[in-house]
């Protein structure tokens, strides 16, 4: 039977349109009708399809704030079913059930929730001491991403329940990580700026999910509505964006490029 599937996503820097896109196509592959909109681009939300499927990175077992926006403009429906996929770096906890209720309280009836470990992409002084993945580790794990696209894949084209995260281990870890993660963002996240090096091109500028970052006096500025997504600093074309003077050892604080080294290209760091 073909569905008519309607995912919205956000992604930051790469990892989540890179599951996105792959789980379309496996369920196009299925017979199904598979429309994919960064929450960016989302005006106006319809409930012309069959399934619902959310998708975005985690962010300290929280959804990107743009995206959790997002999940709270959602019309009541009845009994609509949804799937939800997070990208992360490691852990995913219960943040797909957290997040997830928003759209429960709505009428959707959740039947799949799953966690895609693709790579760390996000290495900065105090705020976070683990290092970005490796093109070499990403490449090694593409045929572990690839089996669990196909195994989620046919989940939601037949509707098979498959909710992972919501056990008493997620749900600890994610209490955690969302107390501790607030704390540790107050205490050591003071907000990036652009050094010297700055060439003024107005990449950050005109891709920041948030309208965080300005042009005021030929100088880049960075408001107080950053999201830590990661963009503006992983993809500067010269390496420019900082958080504080430490992040300009370049060698110890690689950029993310995406997941390019899984043989795909961001809208973010295409040449």
Do not use: W
Request: glycine share 8%; hydrophobic share 35%.
């Amino acid at each position: 039977m073909m569905n008519k599937i309607q995912i919205y996503y956000f992604s930051g820097t790469g990892n989540t349109v890179f599951i996105v896109k792959k789980i379309a196509k496996e369920l196009e592959k299925l017979g199904n009708v598979v429309n994919i909109d960064s929450c960016e681009n989302v005006e106006d939300i319809n409930n012309d399809f069959d399934i619902l499927g959310i998708a975005f990175p985690i962010h300290s077992s929280y959804a990107p704030k743009v995206f959790s926006e997002l999940l709270e403009k959602f019309p009541k429906v009845n009994n609509i079913p949804f799937f939800g996929v997070v990208t992360s770096g490691y852990m995913a906890g219960d943040v797909l059930s957290f997040e997830g209720k928003k759209l429960e309280e709505k009428g959707y009836i959740p039947f799949l929730y799953r966690n895609i470990i693709v790579g760390n992409n996000l290495h900065l002084p105090k705020l976070c001491p683990l290092k970005v993945v490796k093109k070499e580790k990403l490449d090694k794990r593409l045929t572990k991403i690839n089996r669990k696209i196909i195994d989620i894949s046919i989940k939601v084209n037949n509707k098979t329940k498959d909710i992972r995260g919501n056990d008493i281990i997620g749900k600890i870890f994610g209490v955690v990580q969302r107390i501790s993660g607030k704390i540790h963002i107050k205490h050591n996240f003071k907000g990036f700026e652009a050094d010297e090096g700055c060439t003024r091109c107005k990449l950050c500028i005109k891709n920041c999910p948030t309208e965080n970052i300005v042009l005021v006096n030929n100088k880049v500025l960075f408001e107080n509505k950053c999201i830590v997504c990661m963009r503006c600093y992983n993809f500067c074309p010269t390496q420019s964006i900082q958080m504080t003077n430490k992040s300009k050892n370049i060698e110890k604080y690689i950029r993310y490029k995406g997941p390019d080294g899984l043989g795909f290209k961001t809208t973010f760091n295409k040449k």
